[in-house]
């Protein structure tokens, strides 16, 4: 069940990306599109080394605000599952059992299954951090996040999921979960990242998903069948967080050897988060 608490109102949250506002009304366009849309300036020639710089600053900041990260397991799920949902509490349930064995929990940081690890991590005293993305609808942090940035470019995003993660959990969603969750996958087969455990919940709403991959990939020679092991399908929080735990157990990663040493304490990191 999610925790019956509410926010602190006197807890400092904040942003150090870009500054986040109020507003009515959903955005035209988005920092993305100007840069992916050749025709989109009218001075582009002028205005795309700037974005360099821009995005050179979110990198800056995305670097600086996390570097002091303990190990962590980044969790991926819809936006659009409302509090009281059966996969809501699976999402609190997730990130109080991340928290409790030693973990930050990173999320998109929106509501949905992005809100609920973050409210599970919170309520159990551990790091939950939130990466937001500027969208067309508006889509601010959730209330559950206690180290936050937001996003103007999804790859720079992207980056600080696979940089600060040791492990990868898909709650049940739509197209963006599907697109962290290949991204990953593909990153891991191809070896640009540690082959970290990634852990899909839900077995049957991934079971379509999977029966292709075995039916059309694995059959047709896109993947080999051993790339199958690169992922655990389970409807228990206990067995996910388990697989992590013992996957860890074996690794070699710096990252995990010693981390209890190398990294800063939570509460420091988010003490150093509010000074900075």
Known sequence: MAPNITPDPEKARMLRGPVLLRTEGDKKTTYDQRLLELGADHDWMHADPWRILRIQGEFVAGFDALAAMPKAVTVFGSARIPEGHPWYELGCDLGRAIA??????????????????????????????????????????????????????????????????????????????????????????????????????????????????????????????????????????????SFIVGCHRE?????????????????EVREQAGHR
Not at 255 to 265: C, H
């Open 251 to 267: 690794m070699t990663d710096g990252r995990l050897i010693g981390a209890d040493d190398e990294y800063t304490p939570v509460h």
């Open 100 to 241: 409790d064995s030693g973990y930050a929990v990173i999320t998109g940081g929106g509501p949905g299954l992005m809100e609920a690890p973050n409210r599970g991590a919170h309520g159990a005293d551990g790091l939950s951090v939130g990466l937001g993305i500027e969208l067309p609808h508006e889509q601010a942090l959730n209330a559950w996040v206690d180290l936050g940035l937001n996003f103007r470019y999804f790859f720079a995003r992207k980056t600080m999921f696979l940089k600060y993660s040791q492990a990868f959990v898909c709650l049940p969603g739509g197209f963006g979960t599907l697109d962290e969750l290949f991204e990953v996958l593909c990153m891991v087969q191809t070896g640009k990242v540690t082959n970290y455990p990634i852990v899909l919940i839900g077995t049957e709403f991934w079971s379509g998903l999977i029966d292709w991959i075995k039916e059309r990939l694995v059959t047709d020679g896109m993947i080999s069948e051993r790339d199958l092991n690169l992922f655990l399908v389970t409807d228990s929080v206990e067995e996910a967080v």
